[in-house]
């Protein structure tokens, strides 16, 4: 099994940045893709950008290109997301997933593995 957990969320104005950490741990050999999650109450959950674990190939959905940066350490079974011109429309909860997957999906049910999910709450 691979463990995740997340770190860094936490109260943000509009325009001002934060970077989530996620800490992998256990068979970190399986992961394949890393990617980040969020999810809005009373809304599903929506993909925010993934990384290749090997290739280092990134994919961002519109919403947050441009805006936020995934990257990783694979030495330290890291992966971030720095998030940048923070709106209050990226208030959510943010999940790490990781996936041995062989593409770099953006559908949740494909991720085998998820972290517990860290607050972002941005104010206007």
């Known amino acids: 099994q691979v463990q995740l957990a997340e770190s860094g969320g936490g109260l943000a104005q509009a325009g001002d940045s934060l970077s989530l950490s996620c800490a992998a741990s256990g068979r970190t050999g399986r992961i394949n893709i890393m990617a980040w999650f969020r999810q809005a109450p009373g809304k599903g959950r929506e993909f925010v950008a993934n990384v290749g674990w090997t290739s280092g190939d990134v994919y961002y959905p519109d919403s947050v290109k441009g805006r936020f940066t995934i990257s990783k350490d694979n030495a330290k079974n890291m992966a971030y997301l720095r998030m940048n011109r923070l709106k209050p429309g990226d208030t959510a909860v943010y999940y790490c997933?990781?996936?041995?997957?062989?593409?770099?999906?953006?559908?949740?049910?494909?991720?085998?593995?998820w972290g517990q999910g860290t607050q972002v709450t941005v104010s206007s």
């Open positions: 997933a990781a996936s041995g997957g062989s593409y770099l999906s953006t559908i949740a049910s494909e991720y085998e593995y």
